[in-house]
T-cell receptor, first 117, second 107 residues
Framework: EVQLVQSGAEVKKPGDSLKISCKASGYTFTNSWIGWVRQMPGKGLEWMGIIYPRDSDTRYSPSFQGQVSISADKSISTAYLQWSSLKASDTATYYCARQVMQHFDFWSQGTLVTVSS | DIQMTQSPSSLSASVGDRVTITCRASQSISTYLNWYQQEPGKAPRLLIYAASSLQSGVPSRFSGSGSGTDFALTISTLQPEDFATYYC?????????FGQGTKVEIK
């Protein structure tokens, strides 16, 4: 059974750094891209970027390029989304999802990140 | 970026109704169009991929159509569990982009 399990909710202050995780199981992690999607409170879905764990090839949306970093550790089947300096506007739920062909077929439960002073 | 525009933004319908949501792309995307359902407080769920292919496990009352720039998601007979928000997404080119969502509410 395919599973994607994300790390728990985070409460941070502006300027803090953060790395959230997405652990995959039930399939060969290195054979599929993993994507990250943002959902701000009460808003729609935004595609942030994707990573291919086999070689760490990464693609970013221009809207998120330079704002976040996507990485993966294939030895533990885990993808990451990282910020070096959080802003209040980063408050959102972040989802990881497995990409198969040209769609996201499995989604994780999401990680709520709250940034507040 | 390719812009995706859904209509309507929201609709009220009754159990048993036939519901159609449309999605228009700002340029041709062939059939690189996916539909997702999101219930409140839950992660999105894939319903339709490649414009008209039904994801495994999704009820057959959901169907998708279209190509080029105009697409539609149809729910043939609305069920209580279908009250949710629906998003289209293009995967023709990165960055993949989503429509703004269509909220289906109980009349």
């Amino acid at each position: 059974e395919v599973q994607l399990v994300q790390s728990g909710a985070e409460v941070k202050k502006p300027g803090d750094s953060l790395k959230i995780s997405c652990k995959a199981s039930g399939y060969t992690f290195t054979n599929s891209w993993i994507g990250w999607v943002r959902q701000m409170p009460g808003k729609g879905l935004e595609w942030m970027g994707i990573i291919y764990p086999r070689d760490s090839d990464t693609r970013y949306s221009p809207s998120f390029q330079g704002q976040v970093s996507i990485s993966a550790d294939k030895s533990i089947s885990t993808a990451y989304l990282q910020w070096s300096s959080l802003k209040a506007s980063d408050t959102a739920t972040y989802y990881c999802a497995r990409q198969v062909m040209q769609h996201f077929d499995f989604w994780s439960q999401g990680t709520l990140v709250t940034v507040s002073s | 970026d390719i812009q995706m525009t859904q209509s309507p933004s929201s609709l009220s319908a009754s159990v048993g109704d036939r519901v159609t949501i449309t999605c228009r792309a700002s340029q041709s995307i062939s059939t690189y169009l996916n539909w997702y359902q999101q219930e409140p407080g839950k992660a999105p769920r894939l319903l339709i991929y490649a414009a008209s292919s039904l994801q495994s496990g999704v009820p057959s009352r959901f169907s998708g159509s279209g190509s080029g720039t105009d697409f539609a998601l149809t729910i043939s007979t609305l069920q209580p569990e279908d009250f949710a928000t629906y998003y289209c997404q293009q995967s023709y080119t990165t960055p993949w982009t989503f429509g703004q969502g269509t909220k289906v509410e109980i009349k």
